[in-house]
Each structure stands twice: as C-alpha cells, then as structure tokens.
RNA sequence: CGGAGCGUAGCGCAGUCUGGUAGCGCACCUGCUUCGGGAGCAGGGGGUCGGAGGUUCGAAUCCUCUCGCUCCGACCA
C-alpha cells in the first residue's frame, strides 16, 4: 500500500477526551472515530489489526476443533425468557421493539441462541462432543463506557460453547479451551495469566480469567511472580489427548493467580515473599464450566447411550477481540507511539523515502515494495512529499514493528537501513539482504 | 445511577466573570526557499459559538429548558 493513496488521518496532538495511552494512540493513528459513548467506527488501519486479531482467534479455535457459524446481533426476547435471564440481565442488556411490538434485544452473549440450535438439531450423544463458536458484534449498554474500545458498549467478541455428554468430557473442553487461548494470546505477542475467577452472572462452577497486565487495567491481581514466566510456545499440543491437555493446565494453573474477587490471602501468603506480586490487569477473556444451567432450563438434552435422556454439559468461553486491540497497545508502546507485536501488525513493514522525487530513492522504494509483496508480506511505503522527520513520526507513531528507510546517501553505497520498532536499533544492508532478513522474521508469524 | 465538569473551524484551545457583532496554534489551499527526526517566509479558505426558547437596542457571553460528551464512584468481555 502506498501511504498518499491510503486513509490514514493521524493526529499530531492528543484528542482531549482520551485519558489512557491505548484510547490515544488509536485515535492519533486514525484507526477509530467516535461515533457515540462507547461506539466506534473503525478506520482502515484499526480494521485491519481488528482483521489480523479475529484471523489468529480463528485459526486457534479451527486447530482446537472448534466450529465457526454466525449467529444474528438481534435476538427475541422469549429466548431469554426460557433462561430465566430477560428479567435477571438489567438495563445493561439493550431492549428494542420491531414495528410490530415484537420485544426483541440486541445480544449481549449468545448462550441461549446456542442452545436454541442445538436442540433443534442434535438428540444423540454420538453427535458429541461438538463446540460452536462466532465472533460477532455484541451490545452491552454500559453506565459507563470509558478507555476507548476497551470497554465500549459495542464490541467484538469471539464466544464459544461446548457440548459434551458427561461432566469429564465437559472439562476436558473447558481445558481444551484454555490451552487454544493461551495459544492464541501468545501468537498476538501477549503474556495472559489465567487466574481463577467469579462467575457473576453467566453463572456456573468453574472459570478462569485470562489478564494481560498493564498499569491502566481495571482488574486487581494477586499472583505469583512465576506464572508471568510460563510459556507455551511451539508445543505441539494433541487437543484430543485429555491427559495431555489437563497437563498444560496444570502447569499454568497451580501456581497462584487470581483476581480480586476470588483473592485467597491466607495462600497468597504462603507464596515466597519476593515473588508476591499486586499489579493491574485487562480482562482478555474467560472461559467458563457451567453443566446444565442453560441446557435444563430449554430443554437441550441428547440421548445416552443407555438410552436415557439427560439435559447437555455446556460451558462457555469468551475472547474480547476489539478490546485486543487496547490491550496489546497497553502492553507494547512507547512515547513515540504503537509498537505491534509482528503477529498482529497491519502491515509488516513500513518503507520510508527520505527523498520522494529523487530518481534512485523512488526507484529502490518501489523495488523493495514489489519484492516484498512479491515475498507474501505487506509493506507500506511512505510516498509522500513529506520531509524525512514527518515520514519517521507517522511511522513511529502507527508502530510497524519494521522499517526500511531509503535515501540517496545511502543509495551510492548500495545500501539502505533496517530498523526495528522496538529496540530502535538499525542496520545497514542491501536492499535484497532487508528483504530476505523480513521474510525470516515474519516465518514465524504467518 | 450518584457526584463533578465540558460543548467556540477537522484537531487542541482562548474569549463567557464584566453583553458591543469571533480569535490563536496545528491541519488544509497557493507560491517560493528548504529537505537524514513533525521546516521557514508570504498569501488564502473555512465557524448557524451543541440545540430551542427567553431577557436586551444588541447574546458565544445573562436566564430557562434540552441534547451530547468526559472524568470520579458503584457495575462489567
């Protein structure tokens, strides 16, 4: 993409009503606009990362087995009135009625529209174990939407529900999704601790939160300085191997780690004093264990193979997609602006002219923008006429992990420099030499 | 929903107390000079002062109502 055709409308001074560092970047690297309390537009640039964070969920739930389908953002009321929730849910949940009084609701969650299709479709336990899962927009008409996308009262989340015949197959779902999401945090270039949680009202046995920690989080942790050292990594984990599954939750779970609303102070104690850590976490998802609740109540039963019926074992298991984006600027930037994780950025690197119009820099920029596209990747070229200082803050700002900066004095000794966002650091080499160095690093990230 | 603020050009703000016909910086347009970390000079365009009513010879400014947004708190992916 050549930056004098995008549209990218970045601001240099800071909108007045962004308080936290995540809601200001998005704003000044025009990737949303307000439209509304805690409603946005997404500008190119916030769509495409939103793009690259929804590809990873999907990509993670596809190789744990799960299913993707869509579900509607508009629901019936009497869905809700089978559960028990119309009443319980409270003027978070946004009531509307069609032209013809139909009282409807614009979805907070999709735990009763899943069990609608699943009733109507599967009776037999032979049709288990099954987990569907959308990512879809959802509503929820906060008193107080605040910190930008992460907490609007429109947002993008992926849900997910299991289905399974008994209580073990059900935690071993409930574990499967762990281990997909740890995968899944861990490809955005996120350290998520899973920490034992509240159930509040979705309600059910068993839950963990997974927190991403930041100074701005809204959540207060208590944990074991360890965890934040466990890694997954290239593990190859066979999802369909219960033992194998338990044990890596096993490994992320015994070491303490909860919120503030499941904080055990008499075992946090316990925990050797320099490793006692408090901090501020963001809430990136939560799974849940929660039986019969929703399966009873409406109805969604299978038959066993005993030939009984009984009502499914269901949980289910949220990431917040749109609040990703917030929580990944929390977690990586600088005073200079955004620096992406090379797993999510919107593109993989960034070519800046430093003198448009001279024939060998625009040559060579192009070039490398043809090879690296050629190479699979997504380059940005500034082509603006724009001095080198304006082209360098645009491209601290939006916070491309990579950088190939090209000028004519570099040019006549063949070279141009490769920089990283991160460190800042740059080297010097052949323009084939930056392109084959990029195509190594995003090998991994693909 | 309780408490506190703020709405003036695309963005950031001054002007409101003390009423007199709207201003600054950035951005934008034109020209010239610059050009390896947000350039300089000159010229230029753009505003129903959130909206409605009222007071007044006259309202961005005073009064009433209303809408929107932000912050603190309680609630939450």
Redesign the pocket.
Known sequence: MRLSRYFLP???????????VS?RYML?AGMIK?Q????YSWLPLGFKVLRRIEQIVHEEQTRAGHIPLLMPTLQPADLWRESGRYDDYGQ?MLRIKDRQDREMLYGPTNEEMITDIFRAHVNSYKDLPLTLYHIQW?F?D??????G?????E?L?KDGYNFDVDREAALHSYNRHMVSYLRTYERMGLTAIPMRADS???GGDDTH?FLVLASTG??EVFFDSAVTELRLGNRDVDYDNREAVAAVCKEFTTLYARTDETHDAALFDAIPEERRKVARGI????IFYFGTKYSASMGAEVVTKEGTKVPVEMGSH???V??LLGAIIEASHDD??IIWPEGVTPFHAGIVN??Q?DAAADAACAGLEAALIKAGLDPLYDDRD?????K??????IGLPWRI???????EKGIV?L?SRRT?V?EEMTPEAAVAKLITIYEGHK
């Open positions: 970045v601001l240099k001074e800071n909108p007045a009503e962004a308080q936290i809601h000044r307000q509304a309390a805690g409603i978070e959802k929820r906060e008193m107080r939407p605040r910190f996308v992460m907490r609007g009262r947002f989340m509040g009202p979705i939160e809204e959540s809430e990136v998802g939560q949220g990431i917040g749109s609040r200079k602006g430093l003198k119009g724009e001095r080198a200082g304006a360098f803050a645009t491209m601290d700002l900066t090209v000028g004519p004095r570099g040019l420099e920089t800042g740059s």
